[in-house]
């Protein structure tokens, strides 16, 4: 069993319930618009390198979310550093049923890392990224959801 679904598992014991929202509760309609709403450019620009960054003492998003989490980010192509095109388009549609556009705190993608007592789940199987909805990557991710370009 690799690390993550154990500590999923560890959190479904905790919590009584999965953490990451499935996607099969969001209709199709309602993804289809999401991604009509949101920019694909400034999410491939800005909010996927989010996912590669490294974080002293955590995981990177990428390690965790490219195996074994309902919320799948593509694999890197052997020696690349980031994702092509055909990739990203792919990692975009990924988000679709944990972001609600416009609303950063309905939005999984937004609270699983956050801190709780900054508006995020209580539990997030990476560890918290953020302690504060202050910090830039998290404004980052809330800009894109509020349809900057």
């Given at each position: 069993?690799?690390?993550?679904?154990?500590?999923?598992?560890?959190g479904?014991l905790l919590?009584?319930?999965?953490a990451?929202?499935?996607?099969a509760?969001?209709s199709r309609?309602?993804?289809?618009?999401?991604?009509?709403t949101?920019d694909?450019?400034?999410f491939?620009?800005?909010?996927?390198?989010?996912?590669?960054?490294?974080?002293?003492g955590?995981?990177r998003c990428y390690v965790c979310?490219?195996?074994g989490?309902?919320?799948?980010?593509?694999?890197?192509?052997?020696g690349s550093?980031?994702w092509?095109e055909?990739e990203s388009?792919?990692n975009?549609?990924?988000?679709?049923p944990f972001?609600v556009?416009?609303?950063p705190?309905?939005?999984r993608?937004?609270?699983?890392?956050?801190?709780a007592?900054?508006?995020?789940v209580?539990?997030?199987?990476?560890?918290?990224?953020?302690?504060?909805q202050d910090?830039?990557?998290?404004q980052?991710?809330a800009?894109?959801?509020?349809g900057?370009?």
């Amino acid at each position: 069993m690799t690390l993550a679904a154990l500590l999923i598992m560890m959190g479904i014991l905790l919590h009584g319930r999965a953490a990451p929202l499935s996607a099969a509760r969001l209709s199709r309609a309602q993804q289809t618009d999401a991604a009509a709403t949101l920019d694909f450019e400034f999410f491939r620009t800005q909010v996927q390198p989010i996912f590669l960054k490294r974080r002293k003492g955590l995981a990177r998003c990428y390690v965790c979310h490219s195996q074994g989490t309902a919320f799948r980010l593509q694999p890197l192509s052997s020696g690349s550093a980031s994702w092509n095109e055909t990739e990203s388009r792919r990692n975009f549609e990924a988000t679709l049923p944990f972001v609600v556009p416009g609303k950063p705190l309905a939005s999984r993608l937004l609270t699983m890392p956050l801190a709780a007592d900054a508006g995020g789940v209580a539990f997030h199987p990476g560890g918290k990224h953020w302690s504060s909805q202050d910090d830039p990557e998290w404004q980052t991710l809330a800009a894109w959801l509020r349809g900057t370009k």
